[in-house]
T-cell receptor
Framework: DVKVTQSSRYLVKRTGEKVFLECVQD?????MFWYRQDPGLGLRLIYF???????EKGDIPEGYSVSREKKERFSLILESASTNQTSMYLC???????????????FGPGTRLTVL | ELKVEQNPLFLSMQEGKNYTIYCNYS?????LYWYRQDPGKSLESLFV?????AVKQEGRLMASLDTKARLSTLHITAAVHDLSATYFC??????????????FGKGTHLIIQP
């Protein structure tokens, strides 16, 4: 079974703090993703990575950065946390199936971040 | 810009009844995914639909894909309480090169009452 783990289930931080959310997958997947989930807005893609040290912006990258130094690990960084970044953060991974293939993503348990 | 719309967004139904959740999307794609999310939990993959006319069934749930109409349906037969959850559809428009993210609908919050 694919396993995607996230470092914390719940996190409380203060405005202005630097926050690191860690994600690890154990299936040697090329691709990793960070989403945030908010009531009424669904899941929105923040950043993704298709290889070590490679990153691409998603739909809402502002206020976030990412790091992928090893294939199995993808970190989301909030340089200076703000209250509007209070949300559920979900990490996902998949392998590159190519056009016409199955690009199903596998999700971690999520980190519920509260910024006070 | 790809848009994915689900309806209804909220559905309360009685056990034993049948119902359908609809997922429309705005750009050509032949890959669509259904996920389930229980309260406070992550997303669990339900169905992967990879071609026009694809139909998948698991227990009381059946999903289908019509790429010409840009429509997928998730049909619930003889609902039971355990199916209460939020259901998301997601569309994949990956066209080559590196990875691409999925675009999700806003989710259908389903409550099944005895």
């Amino acid at each position: 079974d694919v396993k995607v783990t996230q470092s914390s289930r719940y996190l409380v931080k203060r405005t202005g703090e630097k926050v690191f959310l860690e994600c690890v997958q154990d299936m040697d997947h090329e691709n990793m993703f960070w989403y945030r989930q908010d009531p009424g807005l669904g899941l929105r893609l923040i950043y993704f990575s298709y290889d070590v040290k490679m990153k691409e912006k998603g739909d809402i990258p502002e206020g976030y950065s990412v790091s992928r130094e090893k294939k199995e690990r993808f970190s989301l960084i909030l340089e200076s946390a703000s209250t509007n970044q209070t949300s559920m953060y979900l990490c996902a991974s998949n392998e590159l199936a190519g056009t016409g293939g199955n690009n199903e993503q596998f999700f971690g348990p999520g980190t519920r971040l509260t910024v006070l | 810009e790809l848009k994915v719309e689900q309806n209804p967004l909220f559905l309360s139904m009685q056990e034993g009844k049948n119902y359908t959740i609809y997922c429309n999307y705005s750009t050509t794609s032949d890959r669509l995914y259904w996920y389930r999310q229980d309260p406070g939990k992550s997303l669990e993959s339900l169905f992967v639909l990879l071609s026009n006319g694809a139909v998948k069934q698991e227990g009381r749930l059946m999903a289908s894909l019509d790429t010409k109409a840009r429509l997928s349906t998730l049909h619930i037969t003889a609902a039971v309480h355990d199916l209460s959850a939020t259901y998301f559809c997601a569309v994949d428009i990956y066209s080559g090169g590196g990875a691409d993210g999925l675009t999700f609908g806003k989710g259908t919050h389903l409550i099944i009452q005895p």
